[in-house]
């Protein structure tokens, strides 16, 4: 939008004021709300905002332990720079609209600690090679009874999910309906944000909703994940209730302790919007540039899983014999494999990567996606042999993932794609937050030794992540 097209805008749709919306590394949002003249006239550098808000853990607390080359020459005050095609209206308050920013210096250029920029960059090199790429991601979250003010007073000891049939099934419509009007206001809202979804549905942990979004184009899709999850939150707050994206919690009354995650599909497609990855030639349907993408994902999947995994909690996710993959092996349309390969037609030909948890930044997520991809065809990776076997339950072997998170940071570390993709110094500050969020649980959570969710997890992530 040029200036008189951006004020038009402001003026049609009612706008006084606008939400400014950057995620930090562990994947919060940080803004302000801004009177529309000084949001007009801050354009288009953008406001200042605190150097530390790109660099805090999810408690809020600034990383004072850690450097990076960026940090030092911008103490003080950095930018968020509005990304003009993302103005939206509220929708719910009328006089709201809502923008995404990138993090940047007091010149403009974007910080390579901003996650979105991150996921730009590769996207970009994608383009470069003509070819393009649409992506969905598949949010999960528990929804409760009880507001969030209630399970604070109660230290989260009374969960009481709003939906799913006890003791919990997957896909049940039995008591789904009871999540409908919570839904049904997430929907509305949603829809007004201009966000396309697919549909929603009990899953398989007992009060767990899936959401499925349209495709449309990575950086859109974090996006609109980014949206959505603020808007689940806020209707919450609004109807009473509450709703956690924390990946696992133990439920009174469950049988077992379910697990949320984020799976990520996405497909390339060339400028004319043909899709990349089908082969009508080939016996599986599935071209040669879809096996060497997939190889790339399998390659740098081992150091992905900092990212995919962020927090203490995301690790409670992984255990044997579980729907969770816990083993770096893909399989044609098996749900059960950490890499799925789907060509059955030429429109739905897709990779679906199982193993974000719902607590992952999904600038970040998606990142890990395109540097394995692209460093996949870039090498002409040949593809491992398919895993054909059920996955859970399978014994020790060298493919399993790391399953917590300092070993998951020191596998991100010897990670070639990845280094060669975020750059070195990006790798070892992120590995260096994951290893303070571990020293932060061994510090302050009293029961750490347990196998249960503790509070330290609750109070941390459950209305955070």
């Not at 917590?404 to 794609?417: G, K, P």
Request: glycine share 6%; with cysteine.
């Amino acid at each position: 939008m040029n200036d008189d097209e951006l004020l038009d805008y402001l003026d049609r749709h009612h706008v006084d004021e606008v939400r400014t919306h950057a995620t930090t590394l562990d994947g919060p949002g940080v803004g302000k709300y801004i009177h529309r003249e000084k949001f007009f006239h801050s354009l288009p550098k953008g406001h200042a905002i605190d150097d530390r808000s790109v660099a805090m853990d999810i408690a809020g607390r600034p990383h004072m332990t850690l450097w990076h080359s960026e940090r030092e020459p911008n103490r003080g005050a950095i930018y968020l720079r509005p990304d003009l095609g993302t103005l939206i209206s509220d929708g719910t308050d009328a006089k709201v609209g809502h923008i995404i920013c990138d993090f940047t210096n007091a010149t403009g250029q974007p910080l390579k600690l901003c996650p979105r920029s991150t996921l730009k960059t590769l996207v970009q090199r994608l383009a470069e090679q003509d070819i393009y790429s649409l992506a969905t991601c598949e949010l999960e979250f528990f929804l409760f009874k009880e507001s969030f003010d209630q399970l604070k007073k109660t230290n989260y000891c009374q969960l009481s999910p709003l939906s799913a049939t006890q003791p919990g099934g997957l896909y049940h419509i039995r008591n789904a309906f009871l999540a409908k009007p919570f839904m049904d206001e997430v929907i509305k809202r949603i829809e007004w944000k201009g966000v396309a979804w697919e549909a929603w549905n009990d899953e398989a942990g007992t009060g767990q909703i899936g959401l499925h979004l349209v495709p449309t184009d990575p950086v859109r899709m974090a996006d609109t994940v980014v949206r959505v999850k603020q808007v689940i939150y806020e209707v919450a707050r609004d109807l009473g209730v509450s709703a956690s994206f924390m990946p696992k919690m133990n439920i009174e009354g469950s049988p077992q302790a379910f697990s949320s995650s984020m799976s990520i599909h996405h497909s390339l497609v060339d400028a004319k919007g043909e899709s990349l990855f089908y082969d009508e030639s080939s016996i599986d349907k599935q071209s040669s540039l879809m096996k060497q993408w997939t190889a790339g994902i399998l390659a740098s999947m081992k150091g992905a899983i900092s990212y995919l995994c962020p927090t203490i909690n995301s690790y409670r996710r992984y255990q044997n014999e579980t729907a969770t993959p816990t083993s770096n092996n893909w399989d044609k349309d098996n749900k059960k494999s950490a890499v799925r390969t789907i060509s059955e037609s030429k429109k739905g030909c897709r990779i679906e990567q199982r193993i974000a948890s719902s607590d992952a930044n999904p600038y970040l997520a998606l990142a890990t996606i395109y540097a394995g991809g692209l460093a996949g065809i870039a090498g002409r990776l040949e593809l491992t042999e398919e895993h054909q076997k059920l996955s859970p339950g399978l014994p020790y072997s060298a493919l399993n993932l790391p399953n917590n998170i300092r070993l998951a940071a020191d596998t991100l570390r010897q990670d070639s794609i990845l280094n060669d993709a975020f750059g070195t110094e990006q790798i070892e500050y992120w590995a260096k937050t994951r290893e303070l969020e571990w020293l932060a649980y061994e510090s302050d959570a009293v029961e750490n030794s347990s196998d249960q969710t503790s509070l330290w997890e609750f109070q941390r992530y459950f209305e955070s992540v």
